[in-house]
């Protein structure tokens, strides 16, 4: 499986953890609180961390050659975004800043390249916490106006149709206008994918945490479709536990890489006011789309491969060869 986009490569991890101090934490120590200032980062050896956001953000669980905190050495003195504690023994490397540029004096080419993942990631982030707040303020201003207006109501009815109203992403019927127009939105370079996203045991979950924390478990694993999502691609929810992702990419192997990200990134997910035992995994299936084929064919192809996984436990991924 790919590295997730904070997950370190051998060379980064031996090079950061070589420089930096080496520190043993069991549960449920508290490493750093939201808000408080620090000038250290964290590479976890061993264990896992979860990481609090607050607000609407889902926590998230990281683990083994992940790293939090480094926008304490990128931009200086820094008030931490999460708290951050232990939920099992770990080890841990706390780098502060001579430790930073020891690593920096020793290995230039791979710092920089760690510190431009970082950003990147970091950047893709804030433009989609903007797009988010983007949304939800037109959606607004779209809701105001309609009182006024009844052009403005039928505008922001044929919305509401084509979007699913508990995640915001698009729903069947804005899927199939979008694919109405994909030759148009086609790049030449790529070729379409499709990943089908299933919750596993959703049922169970609505039925021992109850159906508001169900919601907050499918807009969690929208937020974590949106975040796989690039410009040109299309997160929807297609009803109940079923998502889809329909993506524009190179070829198999990156389609892959986006099936095995999603799958990991829900089960880093934990909810701070639901009990610890609930744990999220998901099932996604995913095929590449010939373009002679009509969308009928793509989702059987996806659904094949999606059922492979639910046949075999569930909590992975499969794609189609």
Excluded at 132 to 153: A, F, G, H, I, K
Excluded at 157 to 164: F, L
Excluded at 267 to 296: I, N, Y
Aim: hydrophobic residues 40%; aromatic residues 6%; negative net charge.
């Amino acid at each position: 499986m790919p590295n997730l986009p904070r997950q370190l490569s051998d060379a980064e991890f031996a090079l950061l953890a070589s420089t930096g101090t080496r520190r043993e934490v069991a549960p449920p120590e508290t490493l750093i609180r939201k808000g408080e200032y620090g000038r250290t980062m964290f590479v976890i050896e061993s264990g896992r961390i979860l990481l609090e956001f607050g607000g609407e953000l889902p926590d998230k669980l990281i683990g083994p050659r992940e790293f939090f905190g480094e926008l304490a050495l990128f931009v200086g003195n820094h008030a931490r975004v999460a708290s951050a504690s232990a939920t099992e023994p770990c080890v841990l490397h706390v780098l502060d800043q001579d430790a930073f540029e020891r690593a920096l004096k020793q290995a230039p080419a791979l710092i920089a390249q760690f510190m431009r993942r970082s950003f990147a990631y970091l950047v893709a982030s804030e433009q989609q916490l903007i797009a988010n707040l983007r949304r939800r303020n037109e959606d607004l201003m779209l809701t105001l106006d309609s009182l006024r207006q009844t052009q403005d109501q039928l505008s922001l009815a044929q919305r509401q149709i084509r979007t699913d109203d508990l995640t915001g992403l698009c729903n069947r019927r804005g899927l199939y206008r979008h694919l109405e127009r994909l030759g148009e939105l086609r790049d030449p370079e790529r070729q379409f994918g499709l990943l089908l996203v299933d919750l596993d045991d959703f049922k169970q979950i609505n039925d021992h945490y109850g159906h508001l924390t169900g919601d907050g478990v499918l807009r969690a694993v929208a937020q974590e479709l949106q975040a796989a999502s690039a410009a040109a691609d299309l997160p929807c929810r297609l009803g109940g536990d079923e998502f889809a992702l329909l993506v524009q990419v190179r070829d198999r192997r990156e389609l892959a890489e986006r099936a095995a990200l999603i799958s990991e990134a829900a089960r880093q997910l934990r909810f701070p006011h639901a009990p610890r035992s609930l744990k999220v995994t998901v099932s996604v299936g995913g095929s590449l789309c010939r373009d002679e084929s009509a969308w009928s064919v793509w989702y059987s192809d996806a659904d094949c491969a999606l059922y492979h996984v639910k046949g075999s436990g569930g909590d992975g991924w499969h794609v189609l060869p």
